[in-house]
């Protein structure tokens, strides 16, 4: 199976299990389900549930359930686009080649769908199935872990949240190294990384596995990021789906404006390569991690 073929088989299980989750836009109150699916369903590449369910296939030949598990993650990114786009923050009229969702229903009812998808996100990780756990204990404990995982890589401390904090504040500074790092291990890194670490937990990894992994998602986090920088600069909104050339505009720091298009090129491929090797102790297990990897690095969009 090409790689290719892979996505496209795990994002059609990523949106099989969101539309068994997301109420659907026939509930009461329907203005706000519709929003929810509106930017859920918007056509993104769902990398980081992709990612999840990889790392549990590289800890297990069993990771029976992931889908619902990976989907919290889908639930989080895109909660966060909405609110990231919305007037008081970047003010962006166009999200996944489509307008964005303040544009369409509304700031008041974007706020609020992003919450909903925040809110979902940890009400299906307290009442998924977990097919793989050693029983009712077993499975408690994992859905801890889950939990306590992806509300760190959401909130303000080193996380999602925070970063975005920091990157708001940062607009219009001095573009220097270390502020950018802090932001971006944050702001991107964070949740990526934590679908990697997800994926562990679910499928039961032990400590050098769920090291390795992690040590994976903190390269391959930061290579997402720099690429990112490197798009904006690079491509077309056409091409990205999104506004091009928002970060020169906003006076954000990014890895072009710190380091120059070809030194940020450069990083980025030093991030793929360490992320290589933090998957050594997997051998041919962890074949499509690799194939991710290279993907997030080299791709145009």
């Not at 909660?79 to 303040?102: E, Q, W």
């Not at 793989?132 to 401390?157: M, N, S, Y």
């Not at 219009?172 to 932001?183: H, K, N, S, T, V």
């Not at 962890?286 to 194939?291: G, I, K, V």
Request: aromatic share 4%; charged share 25%.
């Amino acid at each position: 199976m090409t790689l290719a073929e892979y996505v496209a088989r795990q994002q059609s299980r990523i949106d099989a299990a969101l539309q068994r989750w997301v109420p659907a836009q026939t509930a009461l109150p329907e203005s706000i389900h519709k929003a929810m699916r509106y930017s859920l369903f918007a056509g993104g590449k769902r990398i980081r549930p992709i990612l999840c369910m990889a790392a549990a296939e590289a800890v297990s030949d069993s990771a029976l359930g992931i889908e619902s598990c990976a989907c919290t993650l889908e639930l989080i990114h895109t909660y966060s686009l909405i609110h990231d786009d919305l007037p008081a923050l970047d003010n962006d009229d166009l999200r996944r080649g489509v307008a964005t969702c303040h544009k369409v229903f509304g700031d008041a009812i974007a706020i609020l769908a992003g919450d909903a998808l925040l809110t979902l996100a940890f009400q299906v990780l307290a009442q998924m199935d977990c097919p793989t756990c050693r029983g009712p204990a077993d499975g408690h404990a994992r859905k801890v872990a889950l939990i306590a995982e992806l509300a760190a890589a959401a909130g303000t401390v080193g996380g999602m949240i925070g970063g975005q904090v920091c990157d708001l504040e940062g607009e219009g500074r001095f573009p220097q190294a270390a502020l950018l790092e802090a932001i971006h291990r944050a702001k991107t890194g964070a949740l990526l990384r934590a679908s990697l670490r997800m994926g562990a937990i679910y499928a039961g990894a032990d400590d050098e596995q769920a090291g390795a992994l992690s040590c994976f998602g903190e390269h391959i986090g930061l290579a997402f990021q720099i690429v990112d920088d490197v798009l904006d600069v690079e491509q077309s909104s056409e091409a990205l789906g999104k506004t091009a050339g928002k970060d020169a505009q906003q006076h954000k720091i990014t890895f072009p404006a710190v380091y120059g298009l070809e030194r940020s090129r450069q990083m980025a491929e030093e991030e793929r390569q360490a992320a290589h090797r933090a998957l050594l102790p997997f051998h041919d297990r962890a074949a499509r991690l690799r194939e991710l990897a290279d993907f997030i690095v080299q791709r145009r969009a």
